[in-house]
């Protein structure tokens, strides 16, 4: 229905922050870090008939359409799983075409993002992607560094174990250097030391295509978010449709282990 009344295409132009399609959101009820598993590309493109591969193409149209929303809603921050240190298992030819994707999405996307004051970030080894790739990536960083509205994060060879490894051994290094001492070690401190550091805690989870897992994403940060699983597969993931997941997660009663407000 929402669809049919909104279109797939997030709102365009300068009042598309006043769009119908944001009428029924209660803006104080936002995520402040929304974190988003893209998943069902293959499916789609498999239920289509079509090479996996085409469900990528067909999902960076959805991502540029979920960040406007993020944009116009003027979300905190938005963080999305590209790549895990798991998905090298895919055949080369994926990967390379994934690769191939990220680099051109960057190339073509990189000034409207700035144009929009997205501040982008990336989170995982970036360090083992090609060196053609991580130069684009930092630079793209570099160039909206000194922005200041949603933080955009694209997780690329990123896992959430080999996150808080990492971060273990940058503190030990502290503690062996004589920084910090084993007691003074504390969540702030850990905290300081992911790719996520700076960034409010992830409040909402949404993963599209069936599947209730978190598959090694944000670990840490998500200690205390909320969930939401569509059937939807990325490549049908509509502005409509992250409207909708988040006028639930307005609806949601948060204790973080406490009781509810009375
Ligand atoms: C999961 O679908 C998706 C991925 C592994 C890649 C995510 C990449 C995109 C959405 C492209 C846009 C991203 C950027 C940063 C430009 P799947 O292949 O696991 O689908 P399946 O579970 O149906 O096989």
Redesign the pocket.
Known sequence: MWDKLFGSKAPTGENAAQSPLYNDIDRSRLPRHTAI??????????GKGLI?TA???A??D??KQVLKVAIDLELPALT?????TE?WK?PHA?VDF?MN??S???AK?IDEMDEDNVKLRFLGRIDELSPALRKQAREAEAQTADNTGVHFN?A?NYGGHDELIRAVRAVSGRVLSGDLKPEDIDEACLEGELDTAGLPPVDYVIRT?G?QRLSNFLLWQTAYAEFYFTDV???DFTPACFVKALREFGNRDRRFGGLTKK
């Not at 598993?37 to 498999?46: C, H, T």
């Not at 999305?80 to 895990?84: C, E, H, L, P």
């Open positions: 598993i893209m998943d069902g590309n293959g499916r789609w493109a498999e996996r469900g990528h193409t999902g960076v959805t991502l999305v799983y590209a790549f895990s998905n895919r994926e994934l994707l990220f051109d999405y960057l996307e694209v690329m295509s599947d597969n990325w490549p």
